[in-house]
């Protein structure tokens, strides 16, 4: 499988960047038993290192994290090869509505609110991996135009 795929074999690549192991363990916890294949990191630079390994399709990305804030770790993500195509999902316990659509201005997918209840996690993501798998799918079945 090539640089960012999605595997056929699970229903999709879930990255967790959150520097609260509870919070980062219960939700790779939650979304391993919906099916997902989900690898986790502690900071942002941890993030990125794992993505350029393990290609993610979607990535839960803590915005108040020491060193590296999910907000700057966002601009590094969208130029990375390994991470650019990637759905990016801000997640928060301090969001406000003006800060709500500021993030989605600044390249954020969506923007998800600790706590979240399990349900609304789990459809939220199948959201992204399938509209992740649908441009994937697309872009492969185009055509190359002949000369």
Known sequence: MGG???SDTTNGRILIIDDNDAVRIAHQRLLERAGYE???AASAFAGLELATQWPPDVIM???AM???SGLEALKIF???????????VA?????????LDRFRRIGFDDVLPKPIDADSLTK?????????KARDARSSDTP????
């Not at 997640?91 to 003006?98: A, E, H, R, V, Y």
């Not at 190359?144 to 000369?147: C, D, H, I, Q, T």
């Open 91 to 99: 997640f928060s316990g301090f969001i406000t509505d003006d800060e």
């Open 78 to 88: 969208k130029t990375k090869p390994a991470t650019r195509d990637a759905h990016i």
């Open 124 to 132: 939220r993501i199948a959201a992204f991996v399938r509209d992740r």
């Open 61 to 63: 990305l803590d915005i």
């Open 66 to 68: 020491p060193t590296v």
């Open 144 to 147: 190359a135009k002949e000369p």
């Open 4 to 6: 960012g795929e999605v």
């Open 38 to 40: 989900v690898r986790a």
